[in-house]
């Protein structure tokens, strides 16, 4: 077999066998295969696209370039929950402890925040201690006497995807629906949980811009998940303004802890419920939707999922007192105020340039070198559709650079419109399970 014959094969839009994608894969992570080869095939998958049995297989050709994470040890249905990345995108923090609480073993492995959206794991390190770095005994072990843990990686998960997105990223291949669905699904396919829920963000703060387009995403990587043997639901959810109000590390541990406490804000709160929902279904736990909704709204009401949120801090060496008094958190040595400079009513607050002034304050990294600043970021005082009148705050500037604070409260005057007119806008476009799409 010869990668010539391969990429020769499918630039002229032939369907590429599973031993031509395994030899491809392996040849590729060994380094036997040179990246103008593998660049070649890239560019020939972005014009020609992949059938449903060449996406299915290169996940597992990716799958098995590394390790698999065993979580047979766990006891009873175990979940996960993917997010594809978005700005205030603090859910972890908030659905884990909610769905643990209802019964439900949730053993979820999370990444650091790169560019302009944040990661799970920053976001714990704001908490005095936390270790993320546990090896899979104490994290199997930890969810089996708590129902939860969240940490990064502790293999060597997927190392195919990891060259081949270095490759997509100069090669101008990214944006290619199965090369997307396979570098998300064998990352998650890695570890054997047995039901997954997948939160795909579309809009102007998301990877996926357009929402026919995540549709078509969310539909693959339900494909993909099904035909492995996993329970796997894709709920669209929007990333056209943040997600809560707060963004930035500490800011958006803050926020989780008050919507732990059933003072969070309303489509935090939608969105956790409804993936949680789906999570409790699919754990067997509850017999419908709504029972899950009922089920979780039940532990927040009653204070079990903030009980759960300190136990699991604790269980990972986090100090619980930064939990119990907020004011422990990381804080930033200035707060700027942006003030309406006319009334009328928010008609948008693009997600992305929101995350990209949160990284000019240090919140985020430009690259997987760059160092955070834990206390940095931007706490939204108005949603869009939300009133405001001439000189009302419209969001609170948290820095330790004060020539930083100030260039964002000047970008943000152009981030942030106002007008005389409200706008329809949703939180959830749809759902995709294995029966199908099914738009909202």
Same mark, same amino acid.
């Given at each position: 077999?010869?990668?010539y014959?391969?990429?020769k094969k499918?630039?002229?839009?032939?369907?590429l066998?599973?031993e031509?994608?395994?030899f491809?894969?392996? *040849?590729?992570? +060994?380094g +036997?295969i040179p990246?103008?080869?593998?660049?070649a095939l890239?560019?020939?998958?972005?014009f020609n696209?992949?059938?449903?049995?060449?996406t299915?297989?290169? =996940?597992?050709?990716?799958?098995?370039?590394?390790?698999?994470?065993?979580?047979?040890?766990?006891n009873?249905?175990?979940?996960d929950?993917h997010?594809?990345?978005?700005?205030g995108d603090?859910t972890s923090?908030?659905? *884990?402890?909610?769905v643990?609480?209802c019964?439900?073993?949730v053993a979820?492995?999370?990444g650091?925040? /790169?560019g302009?959206?944040?990661?799970? /794991?920053?976001?714990l390190?704001?908490?005095?201690?936390?270790?993320?770095?546990l &090896?899979?005994?104490?994290?199997?072990?930890i969810?089996?006497?708590?129902k939860?843990?969240i940490? #990064?990686q502790? @293999?060597?998960? @997927?190392p195919? &995807?990891?060259?081949l997105?270095?490759?997509?990223d100069?090669t @101008?291949?990214?944006d290619?629906?199965?090369l997307?669905?396979s570098?998300?699904?064998?990352?998650?396919l890695?570890?054997?949980s047995?039901?997954i829920?997948?939160?795909v963000?579309?809009?102007? *703060? @998301?990877?996926m811009?357009?929402?026919?387009?995540?549709?078509?995403?969310?539909?693959?990587?339900v494909?993909i998940?099904t035909?492995?043997g996993r %329970?796997?639901?894709?709920l /669209? =959810?929007?990333?056209?303004e943040p997600?809560g109000?707060a963004?930035g590390?500490?800011?958006?541990?803050?926020?989780a802890i008050e =919507?732990?406490?059933n003072?969070g804000?309303k489509?935090?709160?939608?969105?956790?419920l409804?993936?949680g929902?789906?999570?409790?279904?699919?754990?067997?736990?509850?017999?419908?939707i709504e029972?899950?909704k &009922?089920?979780?709204?039940?532990?927040?009401?009653t #204070?079990?999922?903030?009980?759960?949120?300190?136990?699991?801090?604790e269980a990972q060496n #986090?100090?619980?007192?930064y939990v119990?008094?907020k004011?422990k958190?990381?804080q930033?040595?200035?707060?700027?105020?942006l003030?309406?400079?006319?009334s009328g009513y928010?008609?948008?607050?693009d997600?992305?340039?929101?995350g990209k002034?949160?990284l000019?304050?240090?919140?985020g990294r430009e690259?997987k070198e760059s160092?955070?600043?834990?206390?940095?970021g931007?706490?939204?005082?108005?949603?869009?559709n %939300?009133?405001?009148?001439? *000189? &009302?705050?419209?969001?609170?500037?948290?820095t330790?650079?004060?020539?930083?604070g100030?260039?964002?409260?000047?970008? /943000?005057?152009?981030i942030?419109k106002?007008n005389?007119?409200?706008?329809?806008?949703?939180?959830i476009?749809?759902i995709v399970?294995?029966?199908?799409i099914?738009k909202?």
């Open positions: 077999m010869r990668m014959d391969i990429i499918k630039r002229d839009g032939g369907e066998t599973k031509e994608i395994n491809f894969i392996e *040849g590729y992570t +060994k +036997k990246d103008y080869q593998a660049s890239l560019m020939a998958i972005y696209k992949m059938t449903k049995e060449e299915i297989n290169l =996940t597992e050709a990716m799958i098995k370039s590394g390790d698999t994470i065993d979580l047979s040890l766990i009873g249905v175990k979940v929950k997010s594809t990345g978005g700005v603090k923090l908030v659905l *884990g402890p909610m643990a609480a019964g439900l073993p979820k492995m999370s650091r925040g /790169l302009h959206t944040g990661g799970t /794991l920053d976001k390190e704001s908490i005095k201690g936390f270790n993320v770095n &090896d899979i005994n104490e994290f199997t072990q969810v089996n006497k708590n939860l843990a940490c #990064g502790t @293999a060597d998960v @997927a195919a &995807d990891k060259k997105y270095a490759l997509r100069v @101008a291949t990214v290619n629906i199965s997307i669905a570098s998300i699904m064998s990352k998650k890695a570890m054997d047995d039901a829920v997948l939160d963000k579309v809009g102007k *703060g @998301a990877f811009k357009e929402i026919e387009d995540a549709f078509l995403l969310s539909k693959e990587m494909d998940g035909n492995m %329970d796997v639901v894709a /669209l =959810t929007d990333m056209n997600l109000y963004v590390n500490a800011l958006e541990v803050k926020e =919507t732990l406490k003072e804000p489509d935090l709160v939608e969105l956790c409804n993936l929902s789906w999570l409790l279904f699919l754990g067997k736990k509850v017999k419908s029972e899950g &009922d089920k979780l709204l039940k532990v927040l009401e #204070g079990k999922a903030y009980d759960k949120f300190i136990e699991f801090i #986090g100090d619980s007192e119990k008094d004011t958190l990381p930033a040595k200035h707060i700027l105020e003030r309406s400079e006319k928010i008609n948008s607050i997600a992305e340039e929101i002034c949160a000019i304050l240090g919140a690259t160092s955070i600043d834990l206390s940095a931007i706490v939204l005082n108005k949603k869009v %939300d009133k405001v009148e001439n *000189g &009302d705050t419209i969001a609170y500037i948290h330790n650079d004060l020539n930083k100030k260039e964002v409260v000047n970008k /943000l005057k152009n942030i106002i005389n007119n409200r706008r329809e806008k949703k939180l476009y749809g399970d294995k029966n199908g099914k909202y």
